[in-house]
């Protein structure tokens, strides 16, 4: 029994040292990841959702990496403007058939050159369905591309020598040509697409710091690529992204000078990051625009009444108010239905006046649509609440509660799976929120998908044929005054019709630590690491 | 007591087929389409959307699901991440970073609770008992959020003592911080079990013969008052263990702790199914074995209890 009782002991120990230990055998290896090199500037991000393949890449954590790998035909300066990439000539005498011609001196980082096919093999492969490439939709401006069948090489893209091919296209094509889904893939990407993702070789100012650089939900490690050659140079030695599990930690590092570039502010420190950070905090114009959607079939929200409310709602809410007491002034008032940093932004369109605050107005026009047909019963106004908006929501149906006298509240999705499921099915009934985040920036982008007749994103189901029309033409004009011009034509029917009603531009927030200069944002509200000086 | 074991851990094997099943459920119940949810405000073409439900399994009905997802577990596949990481593998990085931070926080909150308890027990209704009390209340009655900023803009960022947030591979001196509140928010439960029972033990027959023997003082406290006085705090530890292993998400996320409170919260939020039930399993698991390991100890402390 004696035995039996110290045999015990000993299991008992053993078993509580080895749970000790497993914890803790790891421990040495890691640590070696941080700051290390000077000259490597440090930069918040959040875990990739997917693997980092173009194409595949939807979302802005895996978007800062790839942007950071590739370098496309084209790429936006920091005011937005298109300059030429890998690419030294887009021209085209019809608009349809586009000629493009390549540097013959770009390679990928691992010393192949980029060649003609690796555009047209990479993108055949993204706009193939069977693919499931997130970024798919976006070769739709291709010719012979099919959203339901797998199409193998589609018929508008023909490869004429090792650095030219010809692209079958919309008009706008070359705007888009900047965006992450057109960038070359090398030929080992093809062997298999998913390790490629796990260890992805660019053409860009960056490549990855060797095999396993990136560190799920840890870091990834990216050193200036030395094979680049092309317009851009690198002011420092690397980019380590860091992950973190929420902004706050971030900006908790970026005080404590553990991290060199924060890109965006969290909101619990709205009101003090200018004062903590001095001249080293940013706060300029972005590209993120937020509105309140309402779907043509909800009910008195259509025909002559609805045009009523809508712009009731939109002159009962007094945006500087919300901006300045939620948003800490952080935010711009919406002018239009772009942003300040796109081509084609617009703040003296005919009808903009809807978008100011008039509370006498508003009530004036509510009550005429009810003299239609009287609304009863409770405004609900939706968001997720697993994102920072309650709070604004709130204070939008307090608003409309005030200054129309009607009963407003909001209502809350747990997730934001949930909530789009509802918008998708057009079932949320009543105004919800909605935030667009341009892919290039030019005016077309933020009214195609979001307004146009069945456009995917069009989750107010708006159908306007003269606006349609407008966007047509537009996209088919060669001279840019004139199409900035029907692209304002149709922004004025969207003011009058208010499918959505704009509330305002997400202003760019960050920051830096004061071992980096040259901190400026490009016009996605990404910063311009190449420029970033350290040390 | 080799049966006894045996017995335990066959136990196991329904408890695990429950939980997995449970929580399968539970995610899957979850409102929204994790795909779709993939994409945000941009909406990609259905057959992109169909494919990839076929890629996840998401397009079968729950119960095939769940079969396929049990099948894999036998041969060791717990699936893949939407980031294309083997499930298995973010399992290996995160849990011993978090299993490192919870063993620290018990052996501080531990260390804390059993000195300060017995030194409060032996001295009850004195002026150090009483203020040990009063601190131990205020601990136990402050969010763990709290501490946990105010450790971390204090100590991390003003006196600059730690680092206030966690690097990556999780060193052992970065998770210093964060083990401490952890540490600090657990003592009080298991420093007033143990004071109670000291207090409880100096009264028993046993303690008043040893002395009687002529026994030193220093001999009676450690041996027999606080050997006996133990079971109490083991037990609670356990409990902790536990606590730690799920609640630290809260803590997880203020120190950037790359640990599994991180990954799984982010998992939920984006329904990921194979994540969310591999990595539940496994804290089951670890539960259950800790629980063994504690239930064995008593058997240590007290040779009268006995597993046959």
């Given at each position: 029994m004696k035995r039996s009782k110290k045999a015990l002991g000993f299991i008992a120990l053993a078993a509580a040292s080895a749970l000790v230990l497993s914890g803790c055998s790891s421990s040495g290896e890691g640590s070696g990841g941080g700051a290390a090199g000077s000259g490597i500037i440090t930069v918040n991000n959040t875990e990739p959702q997917k693997g980092l393949v173009p194409a595949d890449t939807t979302e802005v954590g895996g978007g800062k990496v790839v942007d950071a790998l590739w370098e496309g035909l084209v790429y936006y300066d920091a005011d937005g403007v298109t300059q030429m990439g890998v690419a030294e000539s887009i021209e085209s005498d019809d608009q349809v058939t586009w000629t493009v011609k390549l540097r013959d001196d770009a390679v990928f980082s691992d010393g192949t050159p980029v060649l003609a096919k690796n555009f047209v093999d990479a993108w055949n492969y993204a706009a193939n369905v069977d693919n499931a490439m997130g970024n798919q939709y976006f070769f739709s401006v291709i010719e012979g591309f099919s959203e339901t069948e797998p199409v193998e090489a589609m018929s508008g893209l023909k490869i004429v020598d090792d650095h030219t091919f010809t692209v079958a296209a919309t008009p706008d094509f070359p705007d888009r040509l900047g965006y992450s889904a057109y960038y070359p893939l090398p030929d080992v990407a093809f062997e298999d697409m998913e390790a490629f993702g796990q260890n992805p070789i660019g053409n860009g100012l960056y490549k990855l710091d060797?095999?396993?650089?990136?560190?799920?939900n840890e870091s990834i490690a990216l050193v200036k690529n030395d094979t680049y050659v092309g317009p851009r140079e690198v002011a420092n030695e690397g980019i380590d992204f860091k992950i973190y599990a929420s902004l706050d930690a971030a900006y908790t590092d970026l005080l404590a000078n553990n991290?060199?570039?924060?890109?965006q502010i969290p909101d619990t420190s709205f009101s003090v990051f200018q004062e903590e950070l001095g001249d080293r905090a940013i706060n300029q114009a972005g590209a993120l625009t937020t509105t309140l959607t309402i779907s043509e079939n909800l009910e008195h929200f259509t025909g002559e009444e609805g045009k009523l409310r809508r712009a009731a709602l939109s002159m009962a809410l007094d945006r500087d108010e919300i901006i300045d007491v939620i948003f800490e002034g952080t935010n711009i008032p919406a002018t239009d239905f772009t942003s300040p940093v796109v081509d084609g932004y617009a703040d003296d369109l005919a009808g903009a006046e809807v978008l100011e605050f008039n509370a006498d107005e508003a009530k004036k026009l509510w009550a005429e649509a009810d003299a239609i047909s009287p609304f009863t019963g409770t405004l609900e106004v939706a968001t997720n609440s697993d994102g920072p908006h309650q709070v604004w929501i709130e204070a939008v149906a307090n608003q409309w509660a005030n200054n129309l006298g009607i009963t407003a509240a909001p209502k809350l999705y747990p997730t934001f799976q949930a909530f789009l499921d509802d918008r998708e099915a057009d079932v949320v009934g009543g105004p919800f929120r909605a935030g667009w985040q341009g892919d290039?920036?030019?005016a077309y982008n933020y009214m195609q998908p979001l307004y146009y007749t069945g456009s995917s994103s069009n989750h107010g189901f708006y159908s306007n044929e003269a606006f349609d029309t407008l966007l047509d033409e537009a996209s088919r004009e060669s001279d840019h005054d004139a199409r900035i011009a029907k692209l304002n034509e149709a922004q004025e029917i969207l003011l009058a019709d208010l499918p959505s009603i704009p509330l305002w531009y997400q202003g760019t927030t960050g920051g830096h630590s004061e071992s980096v200069d040259n901190v400026a944002f490009g016009w996605n509200s990404?910063?311009?690491?190449?420029e970033i000086t350290k040390g | 007591m080799l049966r006894y074991i045996l017995f335990r851990i066959l136990q196991v094997i329904p408890v695990l087929l429950g939980t997995t099943f449970l929580i399968y459920f539970m995610v899957f119940a979850m409102p929204g389409d994790p795909v779709a949810a993939m994409f945000g405000d941009k909406v990609p073409s259905d057959a992109v959307l169909e494919r990839l439900r076929e890629q996840y399994n998401l397009d079968k009905p729950f119960f095939i699901q769940y079969l396929l997802y049990l099948q894999g577990i036998f041969v060791g596949d717990f699936g893949m991440s939407f980031s294309g990481e083997p499930v298995s593998e973010i399992l290996a990085r995160t849990f011993p970073v978090t299993i490192r931070l919870a063993v620290m926080a018990i052996i501080i909150s531990l260390g804390l609770a059993i000195v300060i308890g017995l030194f409060s027990g032996l001295r009850k209704g004195k002026l150090f008992d009483n203020i040990n009390l009063i601190i131990g209340l205020i601990f136990m009655s402050i969010p763990i959020f709290v501490i946990a900023f105010i450790a971390q803009f204090g100590l991390g960022l003003k006196l600059g003592w730690f680092s206030p947030t966690v690097g990556a591979g999780a060193p052992i001196q970065d998770l210093l911080l964060p083990a401490i509140v952890l540490g600090v928010s657990l003592y009080a439960t298991s420093m007033r079990l143990t004071r109670a029972s000291v207090i409880d033990t100096l009264n028993q027959d046993f303690v008043r013969t040893a002395y009687a023997k002529g026994l030193s003082r220093g001999r009676v406290i450690p041996v027999h008052v606080l050997r006996n006085s133990l079971i109490p705090t083991i037990t609670n530890t356990a409990t902790d263990f536990g606590i730690l292993m799920v609640g630290a998400t809260v803590t997880e996320g203020i120190f950037n702790v790359p640990g599994v409170g991180n990954v799984l919260f982010n998992a939920i939020l984006k329904g990921e199914n194979t994540t969310v039930v591999s990595f539940v399993t496994v804290m089951v698991l670890i539960y259950l074995g800790v629980n063994l390991v504690v239930d064995l100890l008593y058997a240590v402390l007290d040779p009268r209890i006995r597993y046959v």
């Open positions: 060797g095999e396993d650089a990136w560190k799920h991290l060199d570039v924060l890109d290039y920036p030019g990404v910063p311009i690491f190449n | -």
